[in-house]
C-alpha cells in the first residue's frame, strides 16, 4: 500500500470524538492471549487507536479465553478477550458478562485454526478420528465445540473423541511423542506444525456455520454500567482498529510480531484472520445452538442476550 492510500485510510478509520484527545486519559486493563485472536488490542495500542479515543491501555496476556473470564469475574480486568462458549456458560450461570465488541470470525474462506496430526497418521478424514485423542488449550471451549462440529457434519462420532487439556506450545511435542493423536491449533501453531511436517485438518468444510464468530471483548455488566463513558470509547477505537487491519496485513503483520514473538516471516506465511467490524447475533447464534447441541448448556436462549446495551 503506498504512503497516500494508507494515511487516507488511517484518516478515515480514526473518526473518533476530538473532545477525547484534549480529556485525561482513562485507563484500562485489558486480558488477552497473544495471538491475532486479540489483534485489534494488539494492533489498537501499536497503531494509537486507544489513544487517540482516550484510554490508556494496560494488557495482561493469559493462556485461554477461560481463564480470562475468570479473571473478568474476579475483577482482576476491566475488560478481557472471552472465547465463545466461555461466554454462552457464563450468561447461563447468572455471571453477567456482556460483549463489548466482536473478535476474530471463522469462515470457510477464511479458516484461523485447524486439527493437526503426524505426517505419518492414518487420519485421513473426519471419521479417522473416530476414538482418537486431541490436544486442546481449554476443554469445552470454542475450538473444541468447532471441532466437534466439524467431525460430526463430515461423518464421524465427535462423542468417541477423547479431548485433553494442554498448553499450546505442548501438543506439538505430545503429537511426536504418540501421547496424543492430534492437536487443536490456532496461529501460529498451525503453521509450526506444518513446517514440522504435521498434516493439517483446516475444518473448512461444513463448519459449524460459516462465518461465525469465535470470542467476544467483554466487561461484566456492573463494569459496563459503572463505566459508560469508558464502554463507549473502547467500542468506538476497537472498530476504527478493526476496519484499518482488515485491509492493511502488511502494516499489522510486524505489530503481531512484536507482541507475541512470532517470527515475522511465520506471521507473514500464518493464516490470518478476518476482524468482525459491529456485533451481529448472526454471528453468535450458531455457537449457541452447537453448545447445546454438545449438551454444555441445557437450553438455548436469542445471541443478543450477549450483547452489550448501552
Not at 494508507?6 to 484527545?21: D, E, I
Not at 473426519?126 to 461423518?155: E, H
Amino acid at each position: 500500500m503506498n504512503r497516500s492510500l494508507f494515511v487516507s485510510t488511517l484518516t478515515a478509520a480514526t473518526m473518533l470524538p476530538n473532545a477525547a484527545r484534549a480529556q485525561t486519559t482513562i485507563p484500562l486493563k485489558i486480558g488477552i492471549i497473544p495471538a491475532e485472536i486479540c489483534g485489534q488490542i494488539i494492533y489498537g495500542v501499536e497503531s494509537g487507536y486507544f489513544t487517540r479515543a482516550g484510554l490508556d491501555v494496560e494488557t495482561e496476556t493469559f493462556p485461554s479465553g477461560g481463564a480470562i473470564a475468570a479473571a473478568l469475574a474476579g475483577g482482576a480486568l476491566d475488560i478481557g478477550m472471552v472465547d465463545l462458549t466461555s461466554m454462552i456458560n457464563a450468561h447461563v450461570r447468572g455471571i453477567p458478562f456482556v460483549g463489548l465488541a466482536p473478535a476474530l470470525i471463522n469462515s470457510s474462506e477464511s479458516p484461523t485454526f485447524g486439527i493437526v496430526v503426524r505426517g505419518d497418521s492414518n487420519i485421513h478424514v473426519a471419521r479417522d478420528f473416530n476414538n482418537k485423542s486431541i490436544g486442546v488449550n481449554g476443554l469445552n471451549n470454542i475450538a473444541q465445540v468447532s471441532a466437534m462440529a466439524w467431525i460430526d457434519n463430515n461423518g464421524g462420532a465427535s462423542k468417541s473423541v477423547k479431548f485433553v487439556e494442554l498448553p499450546l506450545p505442548a501438543k506439538a511435542a505430545a503429537i511426536r511423542a504418540g501421547t496424543i493423536d492430534a492437536s487443536l491449533d490456532t496461529e501460529p501453531f498451525l503453521t509450526y506444525g506444518i513446517d514440522q511436517g504435521f498434516r493439517a485438518f483446516l475444518m473448512d468444510v461444513k463448519p459449524i456455520a460459516s462465518p461465525y464468530l469465535l470470542d467476544l471483548f467483554a466487561a461484566t455488566q456492573d463494569w459496563a454500567q459503572r463505566n459508560r463513558t469508558a464502554a463507549a470509547k473502547f467500542i468506538a477505537a476497537v472498530r476504527a482498529t478493526s476496519l484499518w487491519a482488515n485491509v492493511n496485513r502488511e502494516l499489522t503483520a510486524p505489530m503481531l510480531a512484536k507482541a507475541t514473538h512470532i517470527p515475522l516471516d511465520v506471521v507473514q506465511r500464518m493464516r490470518r484472520g478476518t476482524f468482525a467490524v459491529d456485533n451481529d447475533p448472526k454471528l453468535i447464534q450458531p455457537v449457541i445452538d452447537a453448545v447445546v447441541r454438545y449438551g454444555i448448556i441445557d437450553k438455548g436462549f436469542p445471541a443478543s442476550e450477549l450483547i452489550y446495551k448501552p
